[in-house]
């Protein structure tokens, strides 16, 4: 992994493990509580793909073992984000950007599902039968509830920052954070600021500027003519 990755991985985990720790975990939610961590895995892994995704995983899941109040074996949760890391960064697209929010969204359904039961059946290799006395198919359904509302307001913030660090010129198709955002809570339109097709908004109305001079100039030749 590139130095500039490392670091902003690593920065970008800390913030979420102590938000999810201090704020998320306090608001005693029924069920689940939300994974600010998997939710910064899986944007990260939709970027970096998947050998820096399995990396990026566990590292941020060996630390949420780690942190204060875990009560858990150590490595256990290291596994399951490193198991989700590796397989959101099979789909990373080829272009390196999502066509729609539809893809990421359905990633992030898949992974809080997938990382409640991966959680809960190595909880059950290790003798932890606590997600049994909670009810799992609660803490599956609160777990898809709470990331997908989670999700518009972090997953394409982080892929965004996380292009911008890694001096991917998809980066510069994103002007402001806004427009991030919007592309999720209302994508379909196909609209984009700094469209490159047909040399962008600004590029258009030049070009159309040109055209009406040039034929409002041919029209004053013509009149000479005659």
């Not at 939610?29 to 970027?47: C, F, I, K, N, R």
């Not at 074996?73 to 959101?88: D, E, F, H, K, T």
């Amino acid at each position: 992994m590139r130095f500039n990755r490392i670091l902003l991985s690593t920065t970008l985990v800390i913030v979420a493990l102590v938000v999810q720790v201090s704020v998320l975990a306090r608001l005693q939610l029924p069920g689940a509580v939300p994974d600010l961590v998997l939710l910064t895995v899986l944007a990260l892994s939709l970027v970096y793909g998947h050998v820096s995704g399995a990396l990026i995983g566990f590292g941020a899941g060996l630390l949420a073992d780690l942190a204060p109040p875990a009560d858990h074996a150590v490595g256990r949760y290291a596994l399951v984000l490193c198991v989700i890391g590796y397989v959101a960064g099979l789909t990373k697209p080829e272009n390196g950007q999502p066509r729609s929010a539809a893809g990421p969204m359905v990633m992030v359904v898949a992974a809080a599902v997938g990382s409640t039961l991966l959680y809960a059946g190595v909880g059950a290799l290790v003798g932890d039968t606590g997600a049994r006395h909670v009810g799992l198919v609660s803490l599956i359904l609160t777990a898809v509830v709470y990331d997908l509302l989670l999700a518009p307001f972090t997953v394409p913030w982080i892929m965004a920052l996380a292009r911008r660090a890694d001096n991917d010129p998809l980066a510069e198709s994103t002007t402001t954070a806004g427009d991030v955002t919007s592309g999720w809570i209302a994508s379909g339109t196909g609209l984009r600021v700094g469209d490159r097709r047909g040399g962008g908004l600004r590029g258009g109305l030049r070009t159309r500027a040109a055209r009406s001079r040039a034929a409002r100039a041919a029209r004053i030749k013509g009149v000479k003519r005659l």
